[in-house]
């Protein structure tokens, strides 16, 4: 590409409300451009990135059996509704009305979407399983739009869907996207983690966040300094709590996906709708299973639970006692620390529940309604972590260290959330209707783009990995009036190009300082100066990552490059 016929912006100053490198670099060195807060455009160098992690995580999806496709950005309300996220999405979903008032959101995610084309296609186990993906802008009205790409309103997302008869099914994917997600990030270049995510849920292996790691990243990661414990902090404050709490609690084990009979057989003892079961967690300790509701089911709560299932005994506890203290999280506004008498009040909930010595809606025991800023105060929160650097790491083999990640990917068993709410289900085996059994997986793609611009610059611009960089070679006449430097450089773009090399020629009758600088902020791999030797055949060879130039005759460039 003739870079005086392609559309490369650069700018020597640094924009005012770019606070971050990768932001501010982006935007220098001409690869986005921002509309409006949190809404960008992609200009050629931009779109050449995303094409290219795009290749890779189609290739690696591909592998792994899940086919693309591509689903409306534009959802019927009607949707978001039989899943009950249209009232507690919260402001984050941008929704709008048609000319005859219908309601719609703008796809924050598509789960809904993908539920209700399986559930109306697919009618047998035969056809299972089944992954579908694609790549697609995604809609969130984020509080706080911010870092460009990082975080944006409009953003580009692959996000996959499966869909099984069994939960082994289900595991056998999960584990093969937990490889495809290694290779991509892998292959992109990326320094990341894959750390234990919290599915607001105690112990898991249900959910997995892939964190590239950075300082100016928003999450925070766990990890144990000598074994291969990772884990974001929220889980972490999960494990370590688990571990402080209290003795009962420890016996305490989170039954990670209760398998369909465990859900059916509570069900049945509450006389309840199993998909009310499956929002909740069940817990077993020694023998005794346990059911934490969710909060505010009242329905539910009020039910005096005293009986066996065969010999399990079934206790209940509001999710705000059990739950949410032990993940330490009150409320949604995240993790927080818990001032230490709601701590001994929630071990009293607990120790009580697994020692079936009083149902943990005794006065004293049960806590209701718990709000930070009202009930306590916030600054306390950082005192009382549960989890300090130096710590032993939950798996007890090693120190805890802190790291701040970047999330780049997350992994998720949604189980049949999802296909019980929009009645989605299969004929099994037996002709017996079965709710789908799911998983979901996201990449945030446009992400991906400034988080490796993030990794990967110097104080002189961007310095693209190979298998990313928008073209693979950079090539510079610096003086374009100069005979002998204008044909030599043209015969050597004809030459890569025949080459297969995706070669950006900059032909433009600038000084050659305007080209030296705006090719290290470009960041291209290679860099191959046309000067005063080309009447000699000879040119410049300068590499990116490792600054190291060398002079090659034109010969044997075809030959050197890589
Ligand atoms: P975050 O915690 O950063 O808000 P999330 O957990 O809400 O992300 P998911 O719902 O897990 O995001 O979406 C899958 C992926 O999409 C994320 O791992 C992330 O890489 C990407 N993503 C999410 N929100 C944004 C955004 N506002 N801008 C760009 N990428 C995003
Ligand atoms: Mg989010
Ligand atoms: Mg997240
Ligand atoms: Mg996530």
């Given amino acids: 590409m003739r870079q005086s016929r392609s559309f490369i912006p650069t700018m020597r100053e640094v ?85 005859h008032n219908r309601e719609f959101a703008l796809g ?42 990082l975080r944006g309103r409009e953003f ?14 289900l595991e056998e994917k999960y584990q093969d996207m937990m490889r495809a997600y290694m290779n991509i990030f892998t292959r992109i270049g990326l320094n990341f983690r894959a750390v234990i995510a919290d599915g607001g849920s105690i112990g898991g292996t249900g959910t997995h966040e892939f964190m590239a790691l950075s300082d100016i990243g928003e999450d925070t990661i766990a990890y144990s300094d000598s074994s291969s414990y990772a884990a974001n902090i929220e889980m972490a404050e999960v494990n370590v709590a688990y571990e402080k709490l209290s003795e009962p609690l420890k016996k305490m084990e989170k039954i990670e996906t209760p398998n369909q009979k465990t859900i059916d057989d509570v069900a049945s003892f509450l006389e309840v709708d199993a998909s009310r079961i499956v929002k909740t967690l069940i817990f077993k300790a020694d023998d005794k299973l346990i059911v934490v509701l969710a909060r505010g089911d009242h329905e539910i709560n009020d039910i005096k639970l005293k009986n066996a299932l065969g010999a399990t005994v079934v206790e209940f506890a509001h999710e705000a006692d059990v739950l949410e203290l032990l993940s330490c999280r009150v409320g949604s506004i995240g993790p927080v620390k818990l001032p230490v008498d709601l701590k001994v009040i929630a071990d009293h909930a607990i120790a009580s529940i697994v020692n079936g010595v009083c149902g943990a809606n005794e006065d004293g025991f049960h806590i209701t309604n718990v709000n930070p800023e009202r009930d306590f105060a916030v600054d306390r929160y950082e005192d009382l972590r549960f989890v300090q650097e130096g710590d032993t790491s939950p ?97 050597l773009y004809n030459i890569l190009k025949s080459y297969r090399y995706d070669v950006l020629y900059d032909d433009r009758p600038e000084r050659a300082g305007v080209k030296f600088a705006d090719s290290d902020l470009i960041g291209l791999p290679v860099r191959i100066t046309v000067g005063k ?25 075809t030959e050197k490059l890589q």
């Fill in 108 to 149: 924050a995610t598509h789960e809904e979407v993908i539920t209700s084309l399986v559930r109306d296609e697919v009618k047998s186990y035969k056809k299972l399983p089944l992954t579908m993906y694609q790549i697609q802008t995604k809609f969130r009205d984020e509080q706080r739009p911010r870092f460009g790409l």
């Fill in 15 to 99: 924009p005012s409300d770019a606070e971050i490198k990768s932001h501010q670099l982006l935007l220098r060195a001409g690869f986005i451009r921002q509309n409006t807060s949190g809404i960008y455009s992609y200009l050629p160098l931009g779109k050449k990135v995303l094409q290219k992690i795009e290749i890779i995580i189609r290739e690696e999806m591909d592998a792994i059996e899940a086919v693309e496709v591509f689903m409306p950005a534009m959802q019927q309300a009607e949707l978001w509704q039989a899943t009950g996220r249209w009232y507690n999405y919260g402001p984050e979903l941008f929704r709008l009305k048609d000319r």
């Fill in 395 to 491: 798996d007890g083999k090693g120190t805890i260290k802190f790291a701040k990640g970047i999330e780049v990917g997350h992994i998720f068993k949604l189980l049949t959330t999802y296909s019980t709410a929009m009645d989605a289900t299969f004929l099994d085996e037996n002709g017996k209707a079965k709710p789908f059994i799911m998983g979901c997986y996201g990449i945030g793609v446009s992400r991906i783009l400034a988080t490796v611009a993030e990794q990967f610059n110097d104080e002189n611009g961007l310095k693209w990995p190979k298998k990313l960089a928008p073209y693979d070679v950079h090539l510079i006449a610096i003086n374009t009036k100069d005979e002998s430097q204008n044909a030599l450089a043209e015969e």
């Fill in 156 to 169: 580009i997302m692959k996000d996959a869907y499966s869909f099984h008869a069994t939960e082994e099914s």
């Fill in 533 to 557: 030797k080309a009447s000699e055949g000879i040119v410049e060879v300068k590499f990116r990552q490792t600054g190291e130039s060398t002079e090659w005759q034109k010969e044997e460039l």
